[in-house]
């Protein structure tokens, strides 16, 4: 069996441009990526917080430095700049790697800066599914 967890989020970044006219995606500043360990085209969904809409898509890395928080094509529909936004990526692994799992948590500013990274700590309750 496996199971999906949590594997990093990127918590209320701020949406830095919504383009209608481009081929899909989310552009993401590079620093933020490494720091969360999520790759370039790996699947991730987007929770607005502003809006309340929810969408999976893939990460596209932007330059690094410069705070981009791009919602491409489509998904423009959905987010517009200066909404607040979850980026979640998620994995799947067998119970007990589950067990040991923590999840990467990088926490930006106003202007998507890291201000904390962080793992999870584990809950006190977890132990295998088997």
């Known amino acids: 069996m496996k199971l999906t967890l949590l594997k990093a ?3 209320r970044a701020t949406v ?3 383009n209608l006219d481009y081929e899909g995606s989310i552009t993401i500043d590079r620093d933020l990526l490494r720091a ?3 790759l370039p085209y790996e699947r991730v969904e987007i929770y607005n917080v502003t809006r309340g809409t929810r969408l999976a898509t893939y990460a596209i890395e932007g330059e690094a430095g410069g705070g981009a928080i791009e919602v491409n094509g489509a ?3 959905l987010a517009g700049r200066g909404d607040l936004v979850i ?3 998620y994995a799947e692994m067998t119970p007990d790697e589950a067990a040991a799992h923590r999840p990467a948590l990088v926490f930006v500013d106003s ?3 890291i201000s ?3 793992s999870a700590e584990k809950p006190r309750t977890i132990s295998a599914v088997r």
Do not use: Q
């Open 9 to 11: 989020k990127i918590h």
């Open 87 to 89: 980026i979640a990526a």
């Open 16 to 18: 830095t441009e919504a």
């Open 111 to 113: 202007r998507n800066r």
């Open 36 to 38: 969360a360990g999520i």
């Open 75 to 77: 998904a423009a529909h």
């Open 116 to 118: 904390e990274c962080k």
